[in-house]
């Protein structure tokens, strides 16, 4: 009897949480039972519980981890057939704060908390786990993140506690569209170039661009460094473009060695650009956004996307993948568009920020993107472009 009351209380503690973000209706068994799984737009969401091993021992603060011990996650995976899937997982700790009250239900509704996927994903079957009994997973969004609300009967089981959640999400690895969901508009166009040319035109009028870490990164308020370089990565380059800061309205026009700023005190778009983004914060993302892997999520979450480089623009933006990297869709770096003119044909140049060694010790440099691809580190193949939403 204690044995079958100690199963029966695990059992009601681990919680599979299974959703499909698609109009795909999958059937998975495990331990010869059917799990459904119900897309959203079918007013459906079933909440299935896995049976536990009753030798498992809980503690208040463990993270349970039963992905492996779900038998029918693989055939759940399976029914969509051709696709790449590609995984994501996050541990997350919170305390969530009660968003609503369901009438109806008798259940308490939290806040929604963001989880942040490493790859854009469609087709996505969400497993999680709690440590506490009654959570549940309401929602998603396709593509860059899942929103995740928790539910459960008791407020005072609910209100101020810690829980741990465990997130497992298999999906279809989604490729950029071919076109911009963006029209190309010369005279936004030209607003991009301008901002771009004002940090070259500084370097070639002899302001010194370094690499490394900047006040744009939580790890560093540096904006220039004991030489009074500036200190710039590629991510930082582009940042500065698409928030709509010009060079001489960024903190880079003072040259003090040494000098520091903090990101909060950091205006974007003193021009009031229609253009330029504030990466300081987003909601959705839920923290500054200035960094490759966190740009790019705001690119996808967007629409800016795509792939066809006959329809490269002056002002878009090209994103190199690199293979590996445990970036956001594998970033390794990013760059801005020049189209020029020569004999008769478009060919597109960059702005980048560089290592070293292509720039002679100073970082910001401007190539044609064959060059880039020719040095080998980074393929065409892996590379798509974004712009910006006029």
């Known amino acids: 009897m204690k044995a079958n009351s100690n199963s029966k209380r695990l059992t009601t503690t681990v919680l599979l949480l299974l959703l499909i973000v698609s109009c795909v209706n999958i059937s998975a068994f495990a331990d010869g039972k059917e799990y459904v799984i119900r897309a959203k737009n079918g007013q459906e969401l079933v909440l299935a519980e896995e049976k536990a091993s009753a030798k498992r021992s809980l503690s208040k603060d463990s993270i349970l981890n039963i992905t492996s011990e779900f038998k029918g996650f693989n055939k759940a995976r399976n029914v969509i057939k051709g696709t790449k899937y590609i995984q994501n997982s996050a541990k997350l700790t919170i305390i969530p704060k009660l968003a609503w009250y369901n009438e109806q239900s008798k259940e308490y509704y939290s806040q929604e908390i963001m989880f942040n996927l490493d790859y854009p994903s469609k087709n996505a079957v969400i497993l999680g786990s709690v440590d506490l009994a009654g959570y549940k997973v309401v929602n998603t969004r396709a593509t860059s993140n899942c929103q995740v609300v928790f539910r459960?009967?008791?407020?005072?089981?609910?209100?101020?506690?810690?829980?741990h959640v465990k997130l497992h999400v298999i999906g279809e690895q989604v490729s950029p569209p071919k076109s911009p969901k963006t029209a190309y508009n010369p005279l936004k166009s030209q607003e991009i170039l301008a901002v771009i040319k004002s940090y070259n035109n500084a370097r070639e009028h002899g302001r010194k661009f370094a690499y490394g870490n900047n006040f744009t990164y939580y790890s560093s308020d540096k904006v220039n460094d004991k030489e009074g370089s500036a200190l710039f990565e590629c991510d930082t380059f582009v940042n500065m473009v698409t928030g709509g800061v010009r060079y001489e309205d960024s903190p880079y026009a003072d040259k003090?060695?040494?000098?520091?700023?903090?990101?909060?005190?950091?205006?974007?778009?003193s021009n009031n650009y229609s253009w330029a983004i504030d990466y300081k914060y987003d909601n959705a993302y839920g923290r500054r956004m200035t960094n490759t892997s966190s740009m790019l999520w705001y690119y996808w979450?967007?629409?800016?996307?795509?792939?066809?480089?006959?329809?490269?623009?002056?002002?878009?933006?090209?994103?190199f993948r690199a293979p590996g990297r445990t970036t956001f869709d594998?970033?390794?770096?990013?760059?801005?568009?020049?189209?020029?003119?020569?004999?008769?044909?478009?060919?597109?140049?960059?702005?980048?920020?560089?290592?070293?060694?292509?720039?002679?010790?100073?970082?910001?440099?401007?190539?044609t993107l064959a060059s880039v691809f020719d040095r080998g580190r980074y393929h065409e193949e892996n590379a798509y472009f974004a712009r910006l939403n006029y």
Request: hydrophobic share 35%; charged share 25%.
């Open 152 to 163: 459960i009967k008791s407020k005072t089981a609910f209100v101020g506690k810690k829980v």
């Open 256 to 269: 003090s060695p040494n000098l520091e700023l903090d990101f909060q005190n950091f205006k974007y778009n």
């Open 301 to 319: 979450q967007n629409e800016m996307v795509f792939t066809d480089k006959n329809q490269l623009r002056t002002g878009d933006i090209v994103i």
């Open 330 to 367: 594998m970033v390794g770096h990013v760059a801005m568009v020049e189209m020029v003119e020569e004999n008769g044909e478009q060919v597109p140049y960059i702005y980048h920020v560089s290592v070293k060694d292509y720039t002679h010790g100073n970082v910001l440099d401007r190539v």
